[in-house]
C-alpha cells in the first residue's frame, strides 16, 4: 500500500480535494494582501488509535519536500515535549476541566513536534513552515502545513516578543496572524466530513477582518489594563469614521503602560476618558499637533503628550495609531508600519525601501563605491521621503556634465553637498535633484529625457516612467540610479536590480538532477522539485546552464518514458534572459 493510499483512507477520499481548496483559499489570502509568498499547502498524518493495515505517518500530496521517513520520531519527540510543557502544571478539579487541557496539551506538544521536525530537515531551504493544530480523523492526527517563501517574508517588519505575560500567544506581525487565523480555519475545517469539496467556506476579505483584530492583541496588551485588551481594531475603525465639525480626524493616538519613562505627558485630564466613548476620543483627537499625542492604555485616555528620551524598541510597549484621514488609521511601532486599515480593510503597508537592497546594489553599479558615500546617499533618501509631493533623486557618476547637457530643462547650480535641510528645500519644486554618488548636487528641477521603452508602466506616474525611460537610454553609458519616491512614500530604485545569488547553488542542483538520471528508478518527487526550481530562478541561468538542464530533462524522460505515461506535468525548455550578467552572482 502506498503512502498516497494509506492518506486516501484517513481523509475520508477527500484529501485531495482538501488540499487543492486550502492551496486556492491561502493563495486567495495573500493575493488580497497584494504580497507574493508562493504559498503551498500539504497535510502530515500522524496515527494515534491503533487501527489494521495503516502507516503510522502519512503526507499528502507525495510530492513535498519532505518524506515519512523523517517523521519517524515525531510521537517520542511529542511525549517528551508535552512533558515539559507549562500548562501541564496547572491542575483543574473539574475532570472535564482537566480532560480538555491534557488533550489541548497533547495536541500542542504533536504540533510543535511536526514542526521541529520540519524546520530540521529544511534548515537551509528556502521556505519557512508553519503548522496547524490537529483535526482527528478516522484514527489520524491530521496537520495542515503551510509553506511561505522565506525571503519574501523576511522583508516584513515584524515584532520580535510573541507572548504576553509569558504565556499566551500573540503575534508578531499581521502576516503572522494571517497565518494563525488560516491555520486555526484549517484545523476547523477538515473536522466536517460531509464538507464535500468545498473546504474553506469563509471568504479571504473576513478571515482578514479577524486576523486584524486578534492582531491587534499585540498593541493592546501592552496597555496592562485588561479592560482595553478586547475591541482595539473596532474602535480604532469607529474613531476614523468620525468627522468633527465636518473635518477629517488626523493625528496619532499612543498605546503604552500609563507613567511610561518615555512619554511626557504635556496635558493630563482630571478623570480618564473612557476609550469606548468614541464621539469624545474623536473630539479629543482635534487637540492633537504634530509632536503631541493622545495617551492611552487601550481602556481609558488620559491625555496628551510627548515622547522624551531614548526608547528602546525591544521593550516593544509602546504603539502608535495614526488617523491619516477619513476611514484610514495605521498601526506603528517604533516608526515602522506593521498594518493599514482604509474602509475597514486591512491590508499590509507597501515597502517603502529595503535598506539591504539599497546597500547591496550601489556597489554593484557603482563600482569602488564607499560605504560612507552610500550612508550619505541613504540619508538624502530618507529625508527626501518625508516630502509629501514625492521627489526624484537622480544619482549619475556624469552629473556635472548632465546638469550642463540639460541646463535648458533644469537649475544648474555651483556644486554643494546635500544635507537635512537642503534636502528639503531642493526637492520642493517639480523635477528631480541631480547628484553624483558623493552627494553633491548640481542641479534641481531636472526633467529627464529618453527615448519610450517598453519597460514602462502605464500604472505608474510620470515621474516614474520618465526614470525608466531615462535608464534605458542613458544607463549603458555611466552609471546612474533614479530614485523615484511617490507620494506615499513609496520608494523605487531605477533600474530594479534582481538580488544576487550564489552560482555554486545553480550548480549543486543541476548535479542533483544529474542523480535522478542515474538512478535506477524514477524518482518523480526529484524530478519535479528540480525542474520547480529551474523555473523559479530561470533569470540567473547562463545558456550553459540552460542548455545542461534542457539536455538532462530529455534523458530523464526518455530513460522513464514508461514511468511517465501517467498523468503529469509537461515541461518546456529553459531559454537563457539576455540581461543576465556575472553582476547578478554573489562571490563564493
Not at 549619475?396 to 550642463?404: D, V, W
Not at 544635507?419 to 548640481?442: F, P, R, W, Y
Not at 534605458?472 to 523615484?484: D, L, M, Q, R
Request: hydrophobic share 35%; aromatic share 10%.
Amino acid at each position: 500500500m502506498t503512502n498516497g493510499d494509506v492518506i486516501e483512507l484517513f481523509m475520508w477520499g477527500y484529501q485531495k480535494h482538501a488540499q487543492i481548496s486550502l492551496q486556492v483559499s491561502a493563495e486567495s489570502i495573500f493575493k488580497k494582501l497584494d504580497i507574493e509568498l508562493d504559498p503551498k499547502i500539504f497535510f502530515v498524518g500522524v496515527l494515534v488509535e491503533d487501527r489494521e493495515n495503516r502507516h503510522p505517518i502519512c503526507i499528502e500530496p507525495d510530492d513535498t519536500d519532505f518524506y515519512v521517513s523523517q517523521f519517524t520520531d515525531v510521537k517520542r519527540l511529542a511525549n517528551e515535549l508535552e512533558k515539559i510543557d507549562s500548562d501541564s502544571r496547572i491542575i483543574h478539579s473539574h475532570p472535564i476541566a482537566q480532560e480538555n487541557q491534557d488533550n489541548k496539551i497533547k495536541a500542542k506538544a504533536y504540533r510543535d513536534s511536526i514542526l521541529k521536525t520540519i524546520e530540521r530537515e529544511s534548515s537551509y531551504g528556502e521556505n519557512d513552515h508553519f503548522v496547524s493544530y490537529p483535526t482527528n480523523v478516522e484514527g489520524y492526527l491530521v496537520f495542515t502545513v503551510l509553506s511561505l517563501n522565506k525571503r519574501k517574508l523576511e522583508k516584513y517588519y515584524s515584532l520580535t516578543k510573541d507572548k504576553w505575560n509569558d504565556r499566551f500567544h500573540i503575534s508578531r506581525s499581521f502576516i503572522e496572524s494571517c497565518i494563525d487565523t488560516f491555520l486555526d480555519e484549517c484545523t476547523h475545517e477538515l473536522k466536517d466530513p460531509n464538507r464535500g469539496i468545498s473546504f474553506m467556506s469563509r471568504k479571504a476579505e473576513e478571515l482578514l477582518r479577524d486576523s486584524a483584530r486578534n492582531f491587534m492583541y499585540s498593541a493592546s496588551n501592552v496597555g496592562g489594563n485588561f479592560e482595553g485588551l478586547h475591541g482595539l481594531y473596532d474602535t480604532c475603525n469607529e474613531i476614523a469614521s468620525m468627522k468633527y465639525e465636518g473635518a477629517e480626524g488626523l493625528g496619532g493616538l499612543v498605546v503604552a503602560p500609563s507613567g511610561h519613562k518615555n512619554i511626557r505627558m504635556t496635558l493630563e485630564l482630571k478623570k480618564p476618558i473612557k476609550m469606548r466613548n468614541h464621539r469624545k476620543v474623536r473630539k479629543f483627537l482635534e487637540l492633537v499637533d504634530s509632536e503631541s499625542y493622545i495617551i492611552s492604555d487601550s481602556a481609558l485616555i488620559y491625555g496628551l503628550g510627548k515622547f522624551t528620551g531614548k526608547y528602546n524598541p525591544k521593550d516593544e510597549n509602546i504603539f502608535v495609531i495614526s488617523f491619516k484621514n477619513h476611514l484610514k488609521w495605521e498601526l506603528l511601532h517604533d516608526e515602522n508600519s506593521l498594518m493599514l486599515v482604509e474602509y475597514g480593510i486591512p491590508s499590509l503597508p507597501k515597502e517603502k525601501i529595503n535598506r539591504d537592497k539599497f546597500y547591496d546594489d550601489f556597489p554593484r553599479l557603482f563600482k569602488g563605491i564607499e560605504k560612507k558615500q552610500i550612508d550619505a546617499l541613504w540619508e538624502v533618501t530618507m529625508e527626501a521621503t518625508k516630502q509629501k509631493h514625492g521627489a526624484m533623486l537622480i544619482i549619475s557618476a556624469q552629473a556635472e556634465t548632465e546638469a550642463k547637457r540639460l541646463e535648458s530643462q533644469c537649475f544648474p547650480l555651483e556644486p554643494l553637498k546635500l544635507n537635512s535641510k537642503l534636502i528639503a528645500q531642493t526637492t520642493s519644486i517639480d523635477g528631480g535633484v541631480l547628484m553624483d554618488e558623493n552627494a553633491i548636487c548640481h542641479a534641481i528641477g531636472v526633467i529627464l529625457d529618453g527615448i519610450a521603452t517598453e519597460k514602462g508602466d502605464s500604472s505608474r506616474g510620470s515621474r516614474y516612467n520618465s526614470a525608466v525611460r531615462y535608464n534605458e537610454h542613458f544607463g549603458a553609458e555611466a552609471p546612474v540610479v533614479i530614485v523615484v519616491i511617490s507620494e506615499d512614500g513609496m520608494i523605487n530604485l531605477i533600474p530594479e536590480l534582481k538580488p544576487q545569488i550564489k552560482h555554486s547553488v545553480i550548480i549543486e542542483a543541476i548535479d542533483n538532477f544529474e542523480d535522478v538520471l542515474k538512478s535506477e528508478t524514477l524518482n518523480k518527487k526529484k524530478f519535479n522539485t528540480g525542474m520547480s526550481f529551474f523555473k523559479s530562478i530561470n533569470f540567473y541561468l547562463t545558456e550553459e546552464d540552460c542548455k545542461n538542464i534542457n539536455s538532462l530533462r530529455h534523458q530523464i524522460e526518455e530513460k522513464f518514458a514508461k514511468d511517465l505515461v501517467m498523468l503529469r506535468i509537461v515541461y518546456q525548455d529553459i531559454t537563457p534572459y539576455a540581461e543576465m550578467n556575472d553582476s547578478y552572482y554573489k562571490e563564493e
